[in-house]
């Protein structure tokens, strides 16, 4: 049985790491510091840092309530409600782009609001940071409600029955207790994406983010052109799961 466990635990590191690493190493030095002093490589992965971080942003101020909700309470509906969060996980995400555009477009009441208002979807950073706050929340919301359910409700009960509001109880005992899971939930909805490009590739062509750049560079000018950009986009994200195991690695005991 040993050599069985061994022989496939060899077989899945070798089947990721062998793509990656070959990745990894075709390109040379030179050519990885010339793609960096790329102004546009270099706006494109700001970009993608900069629109994942604010997509992990509105999670954990959108998505944390709702975690709280669906791990406190027990209501009709739940698992469905557990259901559509899990959605953005399953469904294509090109699928996802264009219903993102089916609401932002002038044929429906909330895209005429949208542009009367000044806020423009389709081509702009906004459409992107709506994406990939759309793909990044199931992440976010998941990770957070494990986290508010290990704290365990008999310190909620106690704060209660000394007096603390709700509010209060929440801030001073439950939040302290799960801010690990918000911090590796937003790393994780980070980490998820900065590596979208099915769906912002619909709703938002240009400004450039680092998956999109990567397409383009390989279809216009073929994998040689690509592989620096996807290099330094392994990078960043391997910089965000080594801060995710730092902060999802369990506490040592005082």
């Not at 029955?161 to 939040?175: D, H, K, N, Q, V």
């Amino acid at each position: 049985m040993l050599w069985l466990t061994v022989s496939c635990s060899a077989l899945i590191i070798a089947f990721i790491l062998l793509p990656l690493t070959e990745m990894v190493l075709q390109p040379s030095l030179a050519d990885l510091g010339e793609t960096l002093r790329d102004r546009d490589v270099r706006r494109a992965i700001q970009l993608s840092i900069g629109t994942s971080g604010m997509a992990a942003l509105i999670a954990f101020v959108f998505g944390t309530p709702f975690a709280y909700l669906l791990a406190r309470k027990q209501f009709p509906g739940k698992k469905f409600l557990e259901g559509v969060v899990d959605l953005p996980i399953m469904i294509p995400h090109p699928i996802i782009g264009i219903a993102m555009l089916g609401i932002a477009g002038r044929n429906h009441w909330l895209g005429r609001l949208l542009c009367d208002a000044g806020i423009r979807i389709m081509g702009s950073v906004t459409g992107i940071v709506l994406v990939l706050t759309f793909v990044g929340l199931p992440f976010y919301i998941n990770t957070v409600r494990a986290g508010f359910e290990a704290v365990p409700t008999r310190l909620e009960i106690v704060s209660r029955s000394l007096g603390a509001s709700p509010a209060a109880t929440f801030f001073r005992i439950t939040f302290p207790l799960a801010w690990r899971s918000m911090v590796v939930g937003m790393i994780m909805c980070m980490a998820r994406a900065v590596s979208e490009f099915g769906a912002v590739v619909i709703v938002a062509y240009h400004p450039m983010i680092a998956p999109v750049m990567i397409y383009e560079r390989f279809t216009a000018y073929g994998l040689k052109y690509s592989q620096p950009v996807a290099v330094w986009l392994i990078l960043v994200c391997l910089i965000l799961f080594l801060l995710l195991r730092h902060f999802s690695a369990p506490k040592r005991a005082a």
